[in-house]
């Protein structure tokens, strides 16, 4: 292989990588305001209109429509129109790189936890002499 198709795949692979962590900041960046995890807490229950979700947050249905397309450009949920009404829905497929972010996360510290308590322990067992 030479020097062109090695500059070429990691090209691909770079790609690859900022496509999907842009992917995941944009679903940190939808989850942390809290009137777009109320939405999103609203769909649970099933589909709604933007006016649905916007009844019960101090904001306007201007700004409302503003949360719902930072929700959308997430991937976290799907628009349906019907006639006038604009219907959401949750895509729960749009939380997977999250999930996925966090348990890895969770699996690396948890190792790292063990292998501490473990050293610790070792360290304070009082020497056995024979």
Same mark, same amino acid.
């Not at 229950?45 to 009844?55: E, N, P």
């Given at each position: 292989?030479? &020097?062109? +198709?090695?500059? #070429?795949?990691?090209?691909?692979? @770079? ?8 992917? $995941? ?6 989850? @942390?305001?809290?009137? %777009? ?11 709604? %209109? ?11 249905? =201007?700004? @409302?429509?503003?949360? #719902? *397309? #930072? $929700?959308?450009?997430? *991937?976290?949920? +799907? %628009? +349906? #129109?019907? *006639? ?6 949750? %895509? ?6 999250? +999930? ?16 501490? =308590? &473990? ?12």
């Amino acid at each position: 292989m030479g &020097a062109r +198709e090695i500059a #070429v795949k990691e090209v691909s692979r @770079a790609r690859r990588w900022m496509v999907e962590h842009s992917q $995941l900041d944009l679903a940190y960046g939808a989850l @942390a305001d809290a009137s %777009r995890r109320g939405m999103l807490v609203s769909l649970r229950d099933g589909s709604a %209109r933007i006016t649905d979700l916007a009844a019960p947050l101090p904001i306007s249905f =201007a700004a @409302a429509a503003r949360h #719902v *397309g #930072v $929700l959308e450009a997430a *991937g976290l949920i +799907e %628009r +349906e #129109v019907r *006639g006038r009404d604009h219907w959401l829905t949750v %895509r729960a497929a749009g939380l997977r790189p999250a +999930e996925e972010w966090i348990a890895a996360q969770v699996s690396f510290w948890s190792l790292r936890a063990d292998a501490l =308590a &473990a050293r610790l322990e070792r360290r304070h067992r009082p020497e056995v002499q024979p």
